[in-house]
């Protein structure tokens, strides 16, 4: 069973649909990518996962069980863990201490049902960015945000992390990196579900890709099926196998003439 199932969602912003009947599922030990052009409703869908939005319809469940109707702190109990598009760090903070406050916020949270037990600075070491650790978090490099952002989501062990655009602002290593640490927390038997604009760190991590297009999921599969799909070619990677062997025709009588 799918550790997150989203079922025929439905998100609907006056007379615009954002999300249109949306059906996708996640599975623990695994990358999952959603992507999709900008409006696409890839945020929407996290905020309805999440619980920031109510859907207009459809139904969301994870591990097993119906959360539709949870609070979003209910979610987090369970197991839920969530970056955002925008930088949402403690700016006057250290980097440390956001990483201190989100453990403690969840050992008071959870008690005993879901302690945390990692440690701060070694959560910093792995995501590395533990050079930065006194360093307040608004002075940071976006990236280092980022990831200081992950930090802090693992400071909660989630069974199930949502990730949104989490490799702005990094470099090419840095991106390298990142896509290699995805693949351990994912083999650790967490769900990750990321939505990402870096298509080749999207295609090198992702063992399942779900593409959106104005809310409406148009394709699921693995990378490759994904990459050579026609209809993802045309709505979201900008061209397909009919436009190039056109463009090659033409090309070719251009030569010609």
Known sequence: MPLL?????????????????????????????????NGAGKTT????????????????????????????????????????????????????????????????????????????????????IAAYADERADSIPTGTARLLELAR???CDPQLLLLDEPSSGLDEQETDAFGLLLARLAAEGRAIVMVEHDMDLVMSVCDEIHVLDFGRVIASDAPGAIRANPDVQRAYLGYSDVDEAEALGEQTMEMVL
């Open 5 to 37: 199932e989203v079922d025929d969602v439905v998100v609907q912003f006056g007379g615009v649909t954002a999300v249109d009947h949306a059906s996708f599922v996640a599975e623990a030990g695994r990358v999952t990518g959603l992507i999709g052009p």
């Open 45 to 128: 869908c996290f905020n309805v996962i999440t619980g920031l939005q109510k859907p207009n319809r459809g139904r969301v469940r994870f591990d097993g069980r119906d959360i539709t109707r949870l609070s979003v702190p209910r979610r987090s109990r369970r197991g839920m863990a969530r970056t955002f598009q925008r930088l949402e760090a403690f700016g006057s903070l250290s980097v440390r201490e956001n990483v201190r406050v989100a453990r403690d916020i969840h050992r008071g949270i959870a008690g005993l049902v879901r302690p945390a037990s990692a440690d701060v600075d070694g959560l910093l070491e792995r995501v590395g």
């Open 153 to 155: 989501c693992l400071a």
